[in-house]
C-alpha cells in the first residue's frame, strides 16, 4: 500500500531549526506564512524584512531573500524595497513591541500612503525576547516584569487595538486579526495572510495581519495552557474580525 | 556641458541624478529644503522615485531597504535630522549597504538655528552611532566640486559597500554659483549579488543583516571593517594645499570657510607673512601628508571653524606635537569675515612688521 | 501498512501542542531524548491514526509529517 503525504513541511521555510521557545506559536505564524509563498509560487519574487524582537532571526528561517531592519522600522525598510522593486512581493514580521511601541510611526505612515506591502504583526500582549515587559497591547491586569502589580490603566496605558486603529486609514487595503490558538482558528489565519499577499499582488495597497499569538516562557505557563489564555483573556480585549477590505468597498 | 548658475542644494541633487542616484528618500528641514525640492521634480523626469519620508528615522531605514537591492540611493538632512539617522547609518555600516547621506549642517546644538556651522564634525568623521565604524566624509568647498566629488561618493560607496557622508553647510546649501556638470554618463552598474532582489534565477536565498549573536562571529566581522576602513583610509584621501610650500604658518579648514581663510591668506601675504592653507576635501579620512610633509618647518598651524573647536583636535593628532596648534572660531552660523581671520593670522605671527 | 504520522524528532521540543489535539489521542512523549535535551513526541499504534493532520497544523516546528494510504480507483469501483 503506497502512502500519499497528506501535510509536508514547506519549502518556505529553510532547514534552520527555530530558536523558539516550546510552544511558542511563531512556529506556527512562520510555517502559515511560508506556506502561502509556496502556494502562490512567489518564494523567489519575495523579500521579507525581519524586525526585532523574538523573531529578529527570523531571516534564518524563510526560504527568500531576507534582510534584517532596526527596531521599529521594518515598515520603512519595506517602503524603500518595495518603491525600487515594485513587482515584488515584500512582507515585514514584526512582533508587538516592534510594530505598537517604537515602530508605531512606520506602520501608521506605511498604511497612510497604501505602500504595496504586507505586515504580519504578532501580537502576543508582551516583550518576549528581553524577558517580559509591558508592551502597548498588554492587557489590564496582565502581570509582566514591567508591571508587576498587573496593568493598571492610570499609570501604565490601556491595551492598544492596532488594526481597528490602522483600519481607519484609507491606504490601508485589507487589515485582519486572526488567533493562533486552535487548528480551526489557524486555518482561518492560513486564508487570512493568503488574501493579504494576493492584494498585495493586485498591488491594492496597504495589507496588515494581526495574529494573536502565545509566549508561554514570559506568561508564565505551559504552552497548551497559553492557547487558552490567548482564546479566554485576548480574544475579549482583540476580537478576530475584518476591519478593512477594500474589495468589498469598491 | 554648458555652465550653469545653481542653487548649492539643487546642484547636489542634480551631481547625484547625474552620478546615478535614482531613489531619494527626504524629509524637510531647512537649510537643505531646495535639495528636496529638486528631487521631487527631478527624479520622476528620469524614471527614478522620489519619497517624502515621515521623519528621518523612516528616511533612513527607507534608504536601507532601498540600498539593500543594490540601487543607488541617496538622503540629505541637516544636524538635527542628521542626529536622528544616526542609529540607520550604524545599521548601513554594519550591514555594508552602499548610499550617499547629505549634511547640510546648521547652528546647534539642539534646534540651535537655520544658518550655517561646521559643528557637526564629530558627528560626521567618528561615525556618529554605536558600534566601530566610519563613513568616508566629502566636505566640498564649491558648488563645482560638489558636481565633482558627487560620482565619487557613489562609486566610493559601491566599492567599498558603505554608507558615505557630504558634509556641507547653509553657505554651500543656499548660496549660487555658475557650475559645469560633466557629461560622463554612469554607465549600467555591476550586478551586486549580495543585493535582495528576490531568489529567481540567483541561487539562494541573501540575507543582508548587521547581527551576529555569535562572538566570534561578529569579532570576525568587525575585523573586515576594520580592514575596509584602513584600506579606504589607503586610497581615498582627498585635500588640497594653498601656498604651503614656504609658508612660516598654515590655517587649516574646509568648506567655505576654506574659501574665506584663503581671502585672509591674500591680505597676509600682501603684508609680508607667509602662510598658506591645507584643505582637507575628505574629513574622514583626515589627510596625514601635508601636514608631516611640514610640521617641522613651519612656526605654527591654526584651524578656522564655523564650531567650538572640533577639526582641530585632528589637527593635532596629525601635527602629533611637532609645531604648536591654534584654533580660531565663530558659532551660532555667524560666518567668519575674512578680515578677522587675517587679524588673527597677525597675532598669531606676531605682528606685521612695519 | 505504512507509517501514517512521523515525527522528526531532532526537532522537537517536547511542547504537546499536538498532544493537546489528536482527536485519537494516541500521541505521547517518548522517552528519547533528542540531542537538544527534549524529549520526543511520537505515535506507537499507527493504525490508529486517522491521517487528520491536526497535529502538524499546530507543530510549531515542522516536527510531523502525515501520509494517508493511497486507495487504489479500481479497488474503490468494484
Redesign the interface.
Same mark, same amino acid.
Given at each position: 500500500? #503506497?502512502?500519499?503525504?497528506? +501535510?509536508?513541511? %514547506?519549502k518556505g *521555510?529553510?532547514e534552520k531549526? %527555530?530558536h523558539?521557545?516550546? =510552544?511558542?506559536?511563531? =512556529?506556527?505564524i512562520h @510555517?502559515v506564512v511560508a506556506e502561502v509563498l509556496e502556494e502562490m509560487d512567489v *518564494? /523567489? &519574487?519575495?523579500?521579507g524584512? !525581519?524586525s526585532v524582537g523574538c523573531s529578529?532571526?527570523t531571516? /534564518?528561517y +524563510?526560504?527568500? &531573500?531576507? %534582510?534584517? $531592519? !532596526?527596531h521599529g @522600522?521594518a515598515p520603512?525598510?519595506? #517602503? =524603500?524595497?518595495? @518603491?525600487? *522593486?515594485p513587482d @515584488?512581493i515584500v512582507f515585514t514580521y514584526q512582533g508587538d513591541g516592534d510594530l505598537a511601541a517604537i515602530g508605531i $510611526? /512606520?506602520a501608521i505612515?506605511a498604511a497612510a500612503r497604501g505602500e504595496n506591502i504586507t505586515i504580519i504583526f504578532v501580537n502576543n500582549a508582551i516583550y518576549g525576547m528581553t524577558g517580559g515587559q509591558m508592551a502597548p497591547t498588554t492587557l489590564i491586569g496582565q502581570k509582566t516584569i514591567t508591571s508587576p502589580e498587573g496593568r493598571e490603566s492610570v499609570s501604565q496605558g490601556l491595551p492598544m487595538r492596532v488594526s481597528e486603529m490602522i483600519a481607519t486609514l484609507d491606504g490601508a487595503a485589507y487589515i485582519e486579526r486572526v488567533s493562533s490558538h &486552535?487548528?480551526p482558528h489557524? !486555518?482561518k489565519m492560513k486564508k487570512a495572510i493568503k488574501k493579504a499577499f494576493e492584494i498585495q499582488k493586485k498591488g491594492l495597497g496597504f495589507t496588515m495581519i494581526e495574529v494573536l499569538s502565545t509566549c508561554?516562557t514570559n506568561w508564565g505557563i &505551559? !504552552?497548551?495552557e497559553s492557547?487558552e489564555w490567548v482564546k479566554e483573556n485576548m480574544i475579549p480585549v482583540y476580537p478576530l474580525k475584518v476591519f478593512k477590505n477594500l474589495e468589498e468597498v469598491k | 556641458m554648458a555652465k550653469l548658475l545653481m542653487k548649492g542644494n539643487e546642484v547636489i541633487a542634480e551631481a547625484a541624478v547625474k552620478a546615478g542616484c535614482r531613489y531619494f528618500f527626504g524629509y524637510p528641514i531647512t537649510p537643505q529644503n531646495e535639495l528636496v525640492t529638486y528631487m521631487a521634480k527631478r527624479l520622476p523626469e528620469v524614471g527614478g522615485v522620489f519619497l517624502q519620508a515621515e521623519s528621518e528615522i523612516a528616511a533612513i531605514n527607507m534608504v536601507y531597504g532601498a540600498a539593500g537591492t543594490g540601487a543607488r540611493v541617496m538622503t540629505s538632512t541637516s544636524s538635527p535630522g542628521y542626529s536622528l539617522k544616526q542609529e540607520g547609518i550604524s545599521y548601513l555600516s554594519g550591514a555594508e549597504l552602499p548610499a550617499v547621506i547629505c549634511n547640510i549642517s546648521r547652528g546647534g546644538p539642539g534646534l540651535g538655528n537655520i544658518q550655517p556651522a561646521q559643528s557637526d564634525y564629530f558627528q560626521a568623521t567618528r561615525g556618529g552611532g554605536h558600534g566601530d565604524y566610519y563613513l568616508p566624509v566629502f566636505a566640498p568647498a564649491s558648488l563645482q566640486e560638489v558636481a565633482d566629488l558627487m560620482g565619487d561618493a557613489f562609486d566610493v560607496a559601491d566599492k567599498y559597500r558603505t554608507p558615505v557622508l557630504i558634509l556641507a553647510d547653509g553657505v554651500l546649501g543656499q548660496m549660487m554659483e555658475p557650475v559645469e556638470f560633466s557629461d560622463k554618463v554612469v554607465e549600467e552598474l555591476p550586478k551586486k549579488d549580495w543585493a535582495t532582489t528576490g531568489t529567481r534565477g540567483d541561487g539562494g536565498p541573501k540575507i543582508i543583516t548587521s547581527l551576529d549573536l555569535d562572538i566570534g562571529g561578529l569579532e570576525a566581522h568587525n575585523s573586515r571593517l576594520k580592514d575596509k576602513f584602513e584600506n579606504i583610509t589607503k586610497n581615498e584621501i582627498r585635500y588640497e594645499e594653498y601656498e604651503i610650500e614656504d609658508a612660516e604658518y598654515i590655517l587649516v579648514a574646509y568648506g567655505s570657510v576654506a574659501r574665506i581663510a584663503m581671502s585672509a591668506i591674500k591680505l597676509a601675504r600682501k603684508a609680508g607673512i607667509k602662510v598658506g592653507l591645507i584643505r582637507p576635501i575628505t574629513l574622514w579620512p583626515y589627510p596625514q601628508e601635508p601636514f608631516i610633509k611640514t610640521r617641522d618647518k613651519v612656526k605654527g598651524y591654526m584651524s578656522v571653524e564655523m564650531s567650538a573647536g572640533q577639526m582641530v583636535e585632528d589637527v593635532r593628532l596629525a601635527v602629533n606635537g611637532h609645531a604648536p596648534v591654534s584654533f580660531y572660531g565663530r558659532n551660532g552660523g555667524v560666518i567668519p569675515t575674512h578680515e578677522e581671520i587675517y587679524e588673527k593670522i597677525v597675532q598669531l605671527s606676531g605682528g606685521v612688521k612695519a | 501498512m505504512g507509517e501514517r504520522v512521523v515525527f522528526e524528532e531532532l526537532l522537537c521540543k517536547s511542547c504537546s501542542l499536538c498532544i493537546s489535539v489528536c482527536p485519537k489521542n494516541i500521541i505521547y512523549i517518548s522517552n528519547r531524548l533528542n540531542e537538544k535535551g527534549y524529549l520526543a513526541a511520537t505515535v506507537e499504534n499507527q493504525d490508529e491514526c486517522i491521517s487528520c493532520a491536526k497535529c502538524a497544523m499546530i507543530c510549531p516546528d515542522s516536527v510531523i509529517t502525515v501520509f494517508r494510504p493511497e486507495v487504489k480507483r479500481e479497488a474503490r469501483r468494484s
Amino acid at each position: 500500500m #503506497t502512502m500519499k503525504p497528506v +501535510f509536508k513541511k %514547506t519549502k518556505g *521555510l529553510t532547514e534552520k531549526a %527555530t530558536h523558539y521557545c516550546p =510552544g511558542c506559536t511563531h =512556529g506556527i505564524i512562520h @510555517r502559515v506564512v511560508a506556506e502561502v509563498l509556496e502556494e502562490m509560487d512567489v *518564494l /523567489e &519574487d519575495t523579500i521579507g524584512v !525581519a524586525s526585532v524582537g523574538c523573531s529578529v532571526m527570523t531571516y /534564518e528561517y +524563510f526560504n527568500c &531573500d531576507m %534582510t534584517q $531592519s !532596526a527596531h521599529g @522600522r521594518a515598515p520603512a525598510v519595506a #517602503t =524603500g524595497i518595495k @518603491r525600487v *522593486l515594485p513587482d @515584488r512581493i515584500v512582507f515585514t514580521y514584526q512582533g508587538d513591541g516592534d510594530l505598537a511601541a517604537i515602530g508605531i $510611526s /512606520e506602520a501608521i505612515h506605511a498604511a497612510a500612503r497604501g505602500e504595496n506591502i504586507t505586515i504580519i504583526f504578532v501580537n502576543n500582549a508582551i516583550y518576549g525576547m528581553t524577558g517580559g515587559q509591558m508592551a502597548p497591547t498588554t492587557l489590564i491586569g496582565q502581570k509582566t516584569i514591567t508591571s508587576p502589580e498587573g496593568r493598571e490603566s492610570v499609570s501604565q496605558g490601556l491595551p492598544m487595538r492596532v488594526s481597528e486603529m490602522i483600519a481607519t486609514l484609507d491606504g490601508a487595503a485589507y487589515i485582519e486579526r486572526v488567533s493562533s490558538h &486552535d487548528v480551526p482558528h489557524i !486555518a482561518k489565519m492560513k486564508k487570512a495572510i493568503k488574501k493579504a499577499f494576493e492584494i498585495q499582488k493586485k498591488g491594492l495597497g496597504f495589507t496588515m495581519i494581526e495574529v494573536l499569538s502565545t509566549c508561554p516562557t514570559n506568561w508564565g505557563i &505551559d !504552552a497548551i495552557e497559553s492557547l487558552e489564555w490567548v482564546k479566554e483573556n485576548m480574544i475579549p480585549v482583540y476580537p478576530l474580525k475584518v476591519f478593512k477590505n477594500l474589495e468589498e468597498v469598491k | 556641458m554648458a555652465k550653469l548658475l545653481m542653487k548649492g542644494n539643487e546642484v547636489i541633487a542634480e551631481a547625484a541624478v547625474k552620478a546615478g542616484c535614482r531613489y531619494f528618500f527626504g524629509y524637510p528641514i531647512t537649510p537643505q529644503n531646495e535639495l528636496v525640492t529638486y528631487m521631487a521634480k527631478r527624479l520622476p523626469e528620469v524614471g527614478g522615485v522620489f519619497l517624502q519620508a515621515e521623519s528621518e528615522i523612516a528616511a533612513i531605514n527607507m534608504v536601507y531597504g532601498a540600498a539593500g537591492t543594490g540601487a543607488r540611493v541617496m538622503t540629505s538632512t541637516s544636524s538635527p535630522g542628521y542626529s536622528l539617522k544616526q542609529e540607520g547609518i550604524s545599521y548601513l555600516s554594519g550591514a555594508e549597504l552602499p548610499a550617499v547621506i547629505c549634511n547640510i549642517s546648521r547652528g546647534g546644538p539642539g534646534l540651535g538655528n537655520i544658518q550655517p556651522a561646521q559643528s557637526d564634525y564629530f558627528q560626521a568623521t567618528r561615525g556618529g552611532g554605536h558600534g566601530d565604524y566610519y563613513l568616508p566624509v566629502f566636505a566640498p568647498a564649491s558648488l563645482q566640486e560638489v558636481a565633482d566629488l558627487m560620482g565619487d561618493a557613489f562609486d566610493v560607496a559601491d566599492k567599498y559597500r558603505t554608507p558615505v557622508l557630504i558634509l556641507a553647510d547653509g553657505v554651500l546649501g543656499q548660496m549660487m554659483e555658475p557650475v559645469e556638470f560633466s557629461d560622463k554618463v554612469v554607465e549600467e552598474l555591476p550586478k551586486k549579488d549580495w543585493a535582495t532582489t528576490g531568489t529567481r534565477g540567483d541561487g539562494g536565498p541573501k540575507i543582508i543583516t548587521s547581527l551576529d549573536l555569535d562572538i566570534g562571529g561578529l569579532e570576525a566581522h568587525n575585523s573586515r571593517l576594520k580592514d575596509k576602513f584602513e584600506n579606504i583610509t589607503k586610497n581615498e584621501i582627498r585635500y588640497e594645499e594653498y601656498e604651503i610650500e614656504d609658508a612660516e604658518y598654515i590655517l587649516v579648514a574646509y568648506g567655505s570657510v576654506a574659501r574665506i581663510a584663503m581671502s585672509a591668506i591674500k591680505l597676509a601675504r600682501k603684508a609680508g607673512i607667509k602662510v598658506g592653507l591645507i584643505r582637507p576635501i575628505t574629513l574622514w579620512p583626515y589627510p596625514q601628508e601635508p601636514f608631516i610633509k611640514t610640521r617641522d618647518k613651519v612656526k605654527g598651524y591654526m584651524s578656522v571653524e564655523m564650531s567650538a573647536g572640533q577639526m582641530v583636535e585632528d589637527v593635532r593628532l596629525a601635527v602629533n606635537g611637532h609645531a604648536p596648534v591654534s584654533f580660531y572660531g565663530r558659532n551660532g552660523g555667524v560666518i567668519p569675515t575674512h578680515e578677522e581671520i587675517y587679524e588673527k593670522i597677525v597675532q598669531l605671527s606676531g605682528g606685521v612688521k612695519a | 501498512m505504512g507509517e501514517r504520522v512521523v515525527f522528526e524528532e531532532l526537532l522537537c521540543k517536547s511542547c504537546s501542542l499536538c498532544i493537546s489535539v489528536c482527536p485519537k489521542n494516541i500521541i505521547y512523549i517518548s522517552n528519547r531524548l533528542n540531542e537538544k535535551g527534549y524529549l520526543a513526541a511520537t505515535v506507537e499504534n499507527q493504525d490508529e491514526c486517522i491521517s487528520c493532520a491536526k497535529c502538524a497544523m499546530i507543530c510549531p516546528d515542522s516536527v510531523i509529517t502525515v501520509f494517508r494510504p493511497e486507495v487504489k480507483r479500481e479497488a474503490r469501483r468494484s
